[in-house]
């Protein structure tokens, strides 16, 4: 633990001056620019995205070798922690873990029978150890927003502290057709992105309530493979063909810069950490309903960690007394990029994409608009104000 703790990343400084288009001058270049942004990645970010993704399937058992598993944590009996989809892979382990060091743990759950039925699991198996868990389940269901603010309401009226929330929760239908929620945004984009983004918010007074605290999401390397066009989240404008791969590395991008700017508006007073991080290639559900053929490939060749293996990261990025102190750095620096937590537990660096400012600006914007806040919901809810969303009871 003290290598991952003690390790530092470079880096980058963001990048100031004019754009190259700028440079260049004339409307037409310009117009030729925004056209390229707007259709994905430039084969050069496209080749450095596949490399990021390969380098970390391939040598992640190698980097986190330092590390044990379980990942030991530290006493967590005062931590209240609400965790997102824990009835299978990672999100059960991150449950379990954080309620067998003594945390106050809520299952966010679309099947609360299932969860419930895992609960009984647990406590028959700590029954001869003494240790009581104390766990509950509340339902939540990231493809109906109406869900996700009623949970968030529910929640704030208990007037409980929040000490950690994991938005784990999320989808990769890989090979699957391009379907909506009844909300009407692209599956992948709610579930992974949309979802996450308005119960972070929503939740902010209970956080508030429980600082210091953290709000963690649970990314993916691939998000190096993302492209986001605030304008066409849903990708059915036609100058993207889209595919479950382009849904899904584009909804871990505007996680990350949702999160960034998040990281950035939310005042040091508030005393809350905003992390992302990456689980390493994971054998999980996922990686189950792959075709045979990549399952194979899957399985012999890539170095795959279990989930018990796959959740250190975000049971570091929640636990570790050092990382508040890391988030407060990166505050401190201007940096333009939150937390982000590698497969090792050593703080890792997003993708080229995630250090837009001013991409991450329109698409907090746009995300904010598409789940029903106002602009400036973040300044009011730290102010203590009220804050309407069109989502849920109201």
Known sequence: MDEGNSSKSEWRKWPGGETQNQAAGGCEAELRSTEKMKSGLGWIEWLRGWWCSIHECLFQRFLARHLQNPLPLPPANELTCIVTGTTSGIGLQIARQLAKAGAHVVMAVRRPNVAQDLIKQWQSEGSGMHLPLKIEVMELDLLSLDSVARFAEAWNARMRPLHVLINNAGMFSFGGPQKFSKDGYE??????????ALLSVLLLPSLIGGSPSRIVNVNSVMHHLGFVDEEDMNVVSGRRKFSSLVGYAGSKLAQVTFSNILHKRLPAEAGISVLCVSPGAVYTNVARHLPRILHTAYRLIIPYFSPEEGCR????????????????????????????????????NPSEAAHDLEKANKIWEKTLAMVGLPSDCVDKLVGGYEVRCRYGAH
């Open 187 to 196: 599956e992948h984009m709610q579930v992974n992105h949309l979802a996450p």
């Open 313 to 348: 990261s975000t049971l570091f990025a929640a636990t570790d007394p050092q990382v508040p102190e890391y988030c407060k750095l990166l505050k401190s620096n201007d940096c333009p990029v939150c937390a982000f937590i590698s497969p090792d537990c050593r703080p890792g």
